[in-house]
C-alpha cells in the first residue's frame, strides 16, 4: 500500500505542474497564438485557451465569433465566462456584447440557447433595457426566449413585464408561457388579468385550464 500511496503522490505533483505550466504558458502567449492554439486544438485545448483569452481587452470580437461556431458545451461555456468577466472589468464593451448575444441567439440550438439565456440573466441591470425590445420582438420564438431570461431575471420589473405579456400578447401560446413563468416566480400581480387571457383567445382549449391553474397556485401562495 505504501508504494501505491507514493506512486499516486508522485502522479499528482506530476498533474499540478503540469497544469501550473499550462497556465503559465497561456499567461505568455501572445493574443494571435492563443487564438491559433484554439482553432488547432481539441476541445480541451480549446477550452484552455478560452480562458486564457480574458486577459486580452481586445477579444471580445473573437470570443463572440469563436461562440458562434463552437459545438462543445463545455467550451461554450469557458467562451462566455471569459466574455462575462471581460466586460464587467470592461464594462464600455458590455452593451454591444449583450447584442452580439442577443443575435446569437436568434439561430442558438437548444443547448447554447440555454447558455446564452443564463450569460443575459447575469446582467440584470443591463438587460432591462432591453428586455422590452425582445418581448415585443416579431420573431416569436424570441419572444419566447425573452420569457426564459425574464424568469431568470433578478429584477424588480418581472412581475410588470409578465403582467403586460398576459395583457398585450398576440399569440397564446407565448401568453401560456407568461403564465406559467409568473406561476413558477410567483407573481400575484398578474391575478387581475386573468379572466381576460380566456376572453380573448377563446378557441384555445387549454388555456381555460391553464388560468384556472394559476389562480389557484398564486391565490393558494397568499
Known sequence: MGLVKKKHA????????????????????????LLADYRAGDAHGRREKARALRQFPEACDALLELLSAEDESVVRDALL????????QQPEYLQASLERV????????????????RFLAGFPDEMSELVPQLLADP??????YALDIVQSLRHPDVPQWLKQVIETEAEAN???SAIDRSVEAGCQEILD?????VERFPDVEMLPFAVHMATERLEGAS
Open 10 to 33: 508522485a502522479d499528482i505533483t506530476e498533474m499540478t505542474s503540469a497544469k501550473a505550466e499550462t497556465i503559465s504558458a497561456n499567461t505568455d502567449a501572445t493574443y494571435e497564438q
Open 81 to 88: 465566462n471569459s466574455l462575462a468577466s471581460m466586460v464587467t
Open 102 to 117: 442577443i443575435e446569437l441567439l436568434r439561430q442558438a440550438n437548444a443547448s447554447l440557447r440555454t447558455q446564452l439565456v
Open 139 to 144: 420573431n416569436t420564438n424570441i419572444r419566447l
Open 174 to 176: 407565448v401568453v401560456i
Open 193 to 197: 388579468v386573468l379572466p381576460g387571457v
